[in-house]
């Protein structure tokens, strides 16, 4: 009868029903994000012990299967949720939860956020999941989550040991097959997915990374099919192709993707659709004037021919579901966009000389300029510039050349040698560029006065170049040129910045790190816990970029001056990437701009204090590295326990040789033998996925959202007198300088794309934010992390303090454009969402 009885009561407790008190069972909160489709009654769990070995397997103890049913809707925060309430029969002898196995025994997937358990002794464990649950009939597998407490590999409770392990394997995959969308997975490939030869020649791209000639760091891998025109390319699904495999956990949310589909429509449309380009081939329309521009992109004011014309073209080229959202979206004003900040007080303001060297300090590129080493510049190989004393000696403000150089006061803005070796084969692409060395003189009150712009063009004798030198003028027709010349600095400039700056120092340079976390650092693993908000929808959008930004015909090709060879060139930059020069304080000193000082937190000193970029970086920066030391120092006891940690110095290991692979010189990394090698390590990663990429990123409509300020190309050379160009350009140096930049639509569809590019989501998490404090449960890193938080708000009071300062002429500078890209942000809500200009986001998620 005895028998009886418990089998009764199991069955009522698997119904859902609440036991007897007597009864030992754990009440289990099921939480899942609510969609189209939810976990039904086949859904299933089971707990594993952490503290009671199954002698059978060797693992921990597995309790009674428990059925998901009867949820109810529920808001966790803005985030809309499924919650369901079940209980789970635990005898006496299974000690304390350390992991959960589901099985989704459903038709469709689903996201599940979190599990909470509430013991019959009162006590509560997490586990926190935030993760996809595919139905087994796919995946042939249970998922596994673990509690929210982090053990290093050697602490690992027995009965979690080979759960850990073997969770680790099947992350790792096979290296073999296509990956489908159910595979959770993370293998690393080659850039072979760039090209596109079933195009033809014209559509053919070199394979970046694996080799001397085009070394670049390692993406996710899909196994997508080679082509058979291309045996080294992978093959591409579509025109548009956004079916590749991106790991399950680094997808954009639902709602994150559709805002991202919906601002991309907004922001002419033109952004998922690069291949529109050739249905337009014949509209080469250019904008007349500076207030013609204006008053099309930003006022409304868009020619209505040329925008039925648009439409028609996308109504005979999309879908027709797709041709009506567009048209819902748009109706109001489909070309109208928001005025940049660099002309929103002074149209004028972008052509001032002082404005033109501030934002290499305060602007979207302002880790590029660095102090002039000697003078005349000499190039690689040895070959000097063509600037002499003589052009800049009686502009120094009092000072003679020797004494500037000595008192590090001669800055460059160099983009001539990674230029140089792809100049020719770029002009021939329709477009007209130089190859710039611009020579920048720090005067007393810290503002940069342009001193001398040197462009070069290959000659047709090898080895030798062409260089025409301009100097500063505010008027007449030497004022008109030397506007030109620092259109054609800005163009070079924009181009470093897209590639090499935004792409490949955050985007690219951070997809190994995570793909190696993912494969050797368990859930479980402290480091893993400490940097997983820095990874969030990166892979996600670097497949994106891959797909319809950098691939061949991509938007960057068509809007930026390199064209096909735009990544291409970036790989030639790699090859001087070095990972122990990517923290802040190390580039600071290697530019210049800042010496070692072992009295300052961040180890360095600014050269001059009115360095935004470098003043508010230095301060994140701190932030960023006192978090981390604190955090480290709480779970590693001494040197030898991060020497031991089998798990890091895998992850070292792969990261250097594998995803990194191109880059095993042992000097450029640290050693991983100590604790302050990790803490640098990790300070590094967590800089490049939030505030340099911040920095990079977020302030781009607000500068080069007025195209002339930042062009991307520009299909005419600088005339040179007494040709009739020369003549035209007398006429109108304005008019000239809009013919000089590329047409209408090409120029459009560039600021459509930075135009998204620049928007802060409504999902967006900040730096010092998470998105539940329930990501572990060890009260003193919750205190560091309540202590992070409040050092970055007195981040921002110092920032805000510094911009309202007016003695500090850079923070705002000709065009009145506060710098708050290095803003946190850190407020409850978060920054609003779309441009403002501000906020760290925790990582590269657009």
Known sequence: MQEISCLQKLRELLKGRRPDPAF????????????????????TLRIYSSTRVDNNTGKGRLSDEASIKSGKNTKHGEIKTVTYSVWCYLDGEFGTPGAIVVKNGDKHEFFLKFVKLEMPNGESVHFDCNSWVYPFKMTNADRIFFANTSYLPSQTPEALQELRKAELISLRGTDRGERKPWDRVYEYDHYNDLGNPDKGQEGIRPVLGGSKTYPYPRRGRTGRPLSDKDRMTETRNKIIDLDFYVPPDERFSPSKLSEFISNSIQSVVHFVIPELTSLLQGNKEKFKSFDQMIKELYSGGRSRTLEGFIMEKLKSFLPEDLFKE???????????????????????AWKNDEEFGRQMLAGINPAVIRH????PPVGRGGRQSSITASHIENNLDGLTIDDAMKQWRIFILDHHDYLMPYLRRINEEQVCMYASRTLLFLRQDATLKPLVIELSLPSNKEGEEISRVFLPANQGTEGALWQLAKGQVAANDSAHHQLISHWLHTHAAVEPFIIATRRQLSAMHPIHKLLEPHFKDTMHINALARSILLNSGGILEKTMFPGKYSLELSSTIYEDWRFDEQGLPADLVKRGLAFEDDDEPSGVHLLFEDYPYGADGIEVWTAIKQWVEGYCKIIYPNDESVMTDIEIQAWWT????????????????????TISDLIKTLTTIIWMA???????????????GFPPNRPTMFVKFIPSEGTPEFAMFIENPDKYYLEMMPDKFTTTLGLALIEVLSRHTGD?????????????????????????????????????????????????????VPYTLLYPDTSNTGSEKGITGKGIPNSVSI
């Open 690 to 704: 939030s505030a340099l990429h911040a920095s990079v990123n977020f302030g781009q409509f607000g500068y080069a």
């Open 24 to 43: 030992p069972a754990a009440k289990i909160t099921f939480v899942v994000s609510r969609s189209k489709s939810n976990p039904g009654k086949q859904t």
């Open 764 to 816: 967006e998490l900040y730096i010092g934010q998470r998105a539940s404090m329930d990501w572990t449960n060890d009260t003193r890193v919750l205190q560091l992390f309540k202590e992070f938080g409040d050092n970055l708000r007195r981040v921002e009071r110092k920032i805000s303090a510094r911009n309202d300062n007016s003695g500090l002429k850079n923070r705002r500078g000709p065009a009145m």
């Open 654 to 673: 792969e990261i250097r040789r594998v995803g990194h692979g191109d880059k095993q010189n042992e000097t450029w990394w640290y050693k991983m033998d």
């Open 372 to 375: 002039l080493e000697s003078f």
């Open 326 to 348: 567009v048209v819902r979206t748009t109706k109001d004003n489909p070309f109208k966009f928001q005025l940049p900040q660099i002309i929103a007080n002074d149209e004028n």
